[in-house]
């Protein structure tokens, strides 16, 4: 689906943290390129991040960090992959805290739109406003219609 000639990410509730995880790094990477692009690369991106395997993810060094910068398969922006091996740990602290990352978005549920959304910016590396209603927008949470987001 398209809304003025840009494609709208289909809307799906992850099955596990992993999921979550990978659906939020696609939020990141999306941001300031092109969705089409980053769609076609995803496959590679899959394979780059281990599946998109928090711990594994959360446990990575230089080395991993050099490897995915010389990995042509995905987008090389070094901030994103940087914000990727941070966010993979901040994960990894709110599924101890909280069981799930599903759980956690529970803990926000009494918040209004732009808490939760703010919530989430403070939380994660390279989340702004618009990654964050797009991330929440894809894993099926509720957000605000389009034009009222940044309410």
Known sequence: MTH????????????DDNGYFEEL???VFRAGFSWRVIHDKWPAFR????GFDIEAVASYGEPDID?????SGIVRNGRKIEATIRNAGTMHA???EHGSFFAYLRSLDQLKY???????CR??????PTTAFVFLYCVE????AWDERHM
């Open 4 to 15: 003025r000639g840009v494609e709208i990410p289909a809307r799906r509730r992850p099955a």
């Open 47 to 50: 394979a780059a991040f281990d």
């Open 114 to 120: 732009p808490q939760r959304r703010d919530t989430l």
């Open 94 to 96: 709110i599924i101890s």
């Open 67 to 71: 490897r995915l910068l010389s990995d």
């Open 123 to 128: 939380r994660f590396s390279n989340v702004g």
């Open 25 to 27: 790094t696609k939020a």
């Open 141 to 144: 949470e509720e957000v605000p």
